[in-house]
Structure formats: C-alpha cells, structure tokens
C-alpha cells in the first residue's frame, strides 16, 4: 500500500515537474529549490522583523499604538510590515510543499531521518513563532489568542497551570505578557537557525538558495500580495472589554478552530497523536529488504565518483592493501547509507551494488516511472 501511494506521488511530481521545466526552464523550476525557498522567505522575515522590531514597543500601552505608526507614519511601513505577514505565510506553504516532496520521494528515513525529525520540530517552532507574532500585534485578535493560549496550556496535565502563567501571570494580562510574547518571537526565531543546521548536517551538498531569477519572481509574488492585500490590525484590545474580532490566518492560526471544536484536552490528545504519528513513520514503512551498499574488491578502480556522488558522506576513499594496482577502494559506512542507489548509478564499473537491488532493477523502475509521465 505504502510503495503504491508513494509511486503515485512520484508520478504526479514529475508531471508537474515536467511542465514546470517547459515553462521555467530545468535551472529555475521550483520544485528543485523546495528545501531553498523556506529559507529564502525566512531571511526576508529576518530583515523585515529587525526594520519593524526598531519601532516596536512590546507594552500593553505602546504594542498597537507602535503598530500602527510603523504601518501609518514610517515611510513604506505598511509595505514592511506586508512583506513580513505574507513572506511568513509563504513559508508555511514552502515548507508544507518541502515535506510532501520529501514524503513521496521517500527521502526520509533510514540516515535521512535526522532531517525529517528535526523538520518536525522546525514546523512545531514556526507556529509558535507565528502565533507570538500576532500576539504582539495588540488588537482584538491578540487579546482572544492570549486568553485561548493560556486556557490551552492549563488544560495540560501537572504543568500546565506554569506554562499558562507565560502569558497571563497572578490571572492578570500586564507587560510580561507582552515582553514573553516578543521573547518567544525573536528568540525562537534565533533558535530556528539552530535546529535549521541540524536539518541539513546530515546533507554534505544541501541546495540551500534559490537563483537569482527564482529569487526575483518570489520576491515579486511577495511585494504584490504585500500591495493590494495590506496587513492591517483590528481594533485595539480593551482588558475590560469582551474581544469579537477575529481575522484568521489559516497558515499559523488553524489551531484555534480545532481548539473550539475539540476542546483543549482533546487537542492536546490529537496533537500528540499526529505528532506521534509523524515521529513512527519512519518505522512504520521500514519493512523493506534495503541493505547498505556493497563494494565489489576486484572491480573497484578508486575514481572516487560514488564518494562524490554520495550526499550522506556515507563512503570514503582508502588506501588499498591487498596488492591492487588501484591505490585507493571505496568503503561504506553501512550506518550512513541511506541506500538511495546514487552511488550505483555513479559508478562506471559495476563496483558498487544495493543486495536488494541490482542496477537493472533501478534502471527498469526509473524507466517505468518515465514511461508513466508522458
């Protein structure tokens, strides 16, 4: 069942790949740069935060006054503060297209398994950097996120009451509400580069920028969303008024509707269970018969060529000992393969195979694969 669905997704990204190159051209097609584009969008959302952050003040009484000059008064502000909003939800939407082709690649488990763990924790901590973000805007919204938040961290069981007082402490809303919503925000953010370094340590040649073109046209589609559709705050929050306003954003603030209508226990319970979910898959799809790749001795020429093809660093050259006229045999680090058959498609000498496939095997289902595309 599994092999049949990722097959299928296979297929249906190299059709779209396959038009996407008729149009961009293979050097700019999108879906090459999936894993460079969140980054991309992530260091707009770094120098827009600084320019908005120098106006910022993270008080009760100064956040929507603050706001709203940066968006009223600051020459371009209201462009800023629109490249922020939609380079963020831009991100969310990189990313989701990230994991799908990852998933249907099947290039998540075995020594890849560092990146989608640490993917995960990278979605966890963009939605809490999102989530802050509107926090610190003041108005209406800002007002029922924190009083939802702190009621959902409650509801968690022995320490829940101590994590809600992160926003509302002695059952007040004051300043330290404000000063944790920004900490959160600016220092997640700062931490995110962390966790983004894990996601690619694994990966010797990560593709981690986009081109100059594709980099253009995203900044493009950003300054026009940024121009007809401004980002705007709602009324300003009133602590002794009941707050009715509420514009949803879908790409950070979905948990809220699923907060109404499951309650917060119950949305603690589902989050643990897709996160569970999420975390198993790699084990629930490890059934194949893979095996790491084996070198044949006497075929083995010491070109190098699957060492540098390999994108785990998962084989290295050594010296040869047993009287070879070659100097140097390729050695496999059987914990670092990740037996994605680059290798095999690397070596010009049938030195190197996959036990559980040999390089015909390969050939016939890429040739498959082709054949159902066109």
Known sequence: MFTKIVRAGQIV?????????????????????HGAMPNFFMWILFLSGLLLFAYYMPTLEGAYQSVEYITHKIPFGDMIRGIHRYAADAMIITVALHALRVYFTDRYRSYRIIAWYSGIALIFMMTLIGISGYILVWDERSYQIVIKVSEFLAAFPIWGQTWSHAFINDNSISNYTMSMALFLHTGTSFTLLVMLWIHYMRISRPVVNVTWALGCLLSGIILIFAGLMPATSGPEAVLIATPTYFDMDWFYLWIFPVMDYLGNIWTWVALAVVTLIAILLPEFVKSRD?????????????????????PYEAIYMAPRTDGSKFKEIAIVIDARCAECGLCVGACNFDAIELPAHVSTDYMDKTRMILEATV
């Open 13 to 33: 990204f190299l059709r779209i790949e396959d038009a996407f190159n008729k149009i961009f051209s293979s050097e700019q097609n999108i879906l090459y740069y």
């Open 290 to 310: 893979d095996e790491p790749a084996t070198v044949n001795k006497d075929a083995c020429v010491g070109c190098k060529l699957c060492a540098v093809d390999c």
